[in-house]
Nanobody
Framework: QVQLVESGGGLVQAGGSLRLSCAASGRTFSSYAMGWFRQAPGKEREFVARITSSGGAYANSMKGRFTISRDNAKNTVYLQMNSLKPEDTAVYYC??????????????????WGQGTQVTVSS
């Protein structure tokens, strides 16, 4: 069992930056792939980024603006978001899943989820 708690969301102006954190419980954090998803009102949950020991992967619209990283010693994964746009407004969720899992770019590829943190980008 893994419990995930996100933090770092808030209100920021367009062009600004935020760093989200996700703290995980358990002693097997390093054995999981960690992902970030987001969900805007009325829309489906959308893949943002994923990280394993092999590196990170990003949705095309986030490449160059968002950076995912992890600190296995702190059981924490981060999402650095730069050059934020109003369309980035959403609830951002942290997720944990198997490293070798299929469909890792979809919510079905993850077993554990945090409660989400709101990110609002004003124009």
């Amino acid at each position: 069992q893994v419990q995930l708690v996100e933090s770092g969301g808030g209100l920021v102006q367009a062009g600004g930056s935020l760093r989200l954190s996700c703290a995980a419980s358990g002693r097997t954090f390093s054995s999981y792939a960690m992902g970030w998803f987001r969900q805007a009102p009325g829309k489906e949950r959308e893949f943002v980024a994923r990280i394993t020991s092999s590196g990170g992967a990003y949705a095309n619209s986030m490449k160059g603006r968002f950076t995912i990283s992890r600190d296995n010693a702190k059981n924490t994964v981060y999402l650095q978001m730069n050059s934020l746009k109003p369309e980035d407004t959403a609830v951002y969720y942290c997720a944990a899943g198997p490293i070798s899992g299929s469909y890792w770019w979809t919510p079905a590829g993850y077993d554990y989820w945090g409660q989400g943190t709101q990110v609002t980008v004003s124009s």
